[in-house]
T-cell receptor, first 115, second 118 residues
Framework: DTEVTQTPKHLVMGMTNKKSLKCEQH?????MYWYKQKAKKPPELMFVYSYEKLSINESVPSRFSPECPNSSLLNLHLHALQPEDSALYLCASSGTGLAGYNEQFFGPGTRLTVL | AQSVTQLGSHVSVSEGALVLLRCNYS??????LFWYVQYPNQGLQLLLK??????LVKGINGFEAEFKKSETSFHLTKPSAHMSDAAEYFC????????????????FGKGTHLIIQP
């Protein structure tokens, strides 16, 4: 199974809502990532988890809260978002260290709209 | 920090013609380099990767890329374009020196939109 799944596919939320994005992989990867992609822009790294521990946080606002409950799951909790946070949120997974080469497998993304 | 530059935000070729998408990297040591393709409203799919094993890398869907250290380039080519190749293409880089058993995120170029003319 070389698939990364993300739910939901689409999400519309108000600025006062709390919602969560979910990502799952069953490739035995121990690194998982969140990227944000605005329209007609490249993906930008948000967070990296390695062995279920947060290893990289690219100065993301605290209204985004990542969580890695186990090696197969990655969540992104959203609270008090702004309209400019509307984007495609991509999850990815990879092997770790030199052997992993950082070849990342991406999910289809969650299209988030903040009203 | 590592970075890649993609020359040309849009490239238009005729069906059956050669596809050439340009990517240059900036790094003092050869990094790991990747080409990804993104179709509308979808995630990214890996086309090919360079990890220092071979300078000419063959990928999926007939694409290949050549790593040229002297030119700090990793251009993507395909001999004959198909209509189905129309998509956004991203060159990306990661740090091969990242240690500690962890992982490094990818840094993407700005992307090249490939248009195929019938």
């Amino acid at each position: 199974d070389t698939e990364v799944t993300q739910t939901p596919k689409h999400l519309v939320m108000g600025m006062t809502n709390k919602k969560s994005l979910k990502c799952e992989q069953h490739m035995g990867h121990r690194a998982m990532y969140w990227y944000k992609q605005k329209a007609k822009k490249p993906p930008e790294l948000m967070f990296v988890y390695s062995y279920e521990k947060l290893s990289i946080n690219e100065s993301v606002p605290s209204r985004f809260s990542p969580e890695c409950p186990n090696s197969s799951l990655l969540n992104l909790h959203l609270h008090a978002l702004q309209p400019e946070d509307s984007a495609l949120y991509l999850c990815a997974s990879s092997g770790t260290g030199l052997a992993g080469y950082n070849e990342q497998f991406f999910g289809p993304g969650t299209r988030l709209t903040v009203l | 920090a590592q970075s890649v530059t993609q020359l040309g935000s849009h490239v238009s070729v005729s069906e059956g013609a050669l596809v050439l998408l340009r990517c240059n990297y900036s790094s003092s040591v050869p990094p790991y380099l990747f080409w990804y393709v993104q179709y509308p409203n979808q995630g990214l799919q890996l086309l090919l990767k360079y990890t220092s094993a071979a300078t000419l890398v063959k990928g999926i869907n007939g694409f290949e890329a050549e790593f040229k250290k002297s030119e700090t380039s990793f251009h993507l080519t395909k001999p004959s374009a198909h209509m189905s190749d129309a998509a956004e293409y991203f060159c990306a880089v990661s740090d091969p020196m990242y240690s500690g058993g962890g992982a490094d995120g990818l840094t993407f170029g700005k992307g090249t939109h490939l248009i195929i003319q019938p």
